[in-house]
């Protein structure tokens, strides 16, 4: 197995003074940097992926801004890629496969935000192009979702979509798991 880690959109928006500020699971970035730690000790390919809204002035992710910048944390660690996306799969439109083949990974593991969007998205993606997929549960988050189709928390909504994903997707795993698989 030769894997990939992908750190998606772990971006200032999801944080304090963000529009979407991440509640769920606790400690999730922590265990995000620490992940990126583990992959860089074991020799793992990281792709940090950042996502900016397209449009002449969007109210999120606005390319430039403070809030469409990476956290500071993970600014500063090792990667091998940066890849900007402007939808939420981190595939579409982007350079992730093309680097996915040149570092000859097999398996991808899925760490950052939102659980439900880009994470989902992109999890389902790397699967419809033959790709195994580890989803980390503890370092992926979300937050409470309130719209016109109803409510839910951001508990039940983490939980529902590793369900999801663990049914057909991936191998959804926390990353005291996948510390043990890198060996």
């Known amino acids: 197995m030769s894997r990939a880690l992908l750190v998606i959109d ?3 928006e999801y944080f304090s003074g963000g529009a979407f500020p991440i509640t769920y699971p606790s400690g999730h970035l922590e265990t995000i940097l620490k992940t990126m730690d583990d992959a860089a000790d074991a020799g793992v390919p990281t792709a940090v992926i950042r996502h900016h809204q397209p449009g002449p002035d969007p109210q999120v992710f606005k390319h430039g801004s403070d809030t469409w910048a990476l956290r500071p944390e993970v600014e500063e660690r090792p990667r091998d890629v940066l890849i900007d996306k402007n939808l939420p799969g981190s595939f579409t ?3 992730l ?8 990974a097999d398996t991808v593991t899925v760490a950052g935000y939102m659980t439900q969007v880009c994470c989902d998205t992109t999890a389902r993606q790397a699967f419809h192009r033959g790709l195994k ?8 988050g979300t ?11 951001a508990a039940k909504l983490h939980e529902s979509i590793l369900v999801a994903q663990q049914m057909f997707f ?3 795993l926390d990353t005291a798991a996948w510390r043990e698989r890198l060996g």
């Open 170 to 172: 991936s191998d959804v």
């Open 133 to 140: 997929v580890e989803f980390l549960s503890d370092a992926t």
């Open 143 to 153: 937050l409470d979702v309130s719209n016109k189709a109803g409510s839910v928390t």
């Open 93 to 95: 439109n982007t350079p």
């Open 10 to 12: 772990v971006q200032n």
């Open 97 to 104: 496969e093309d680097w996915l083949k040149e570092q000859g």
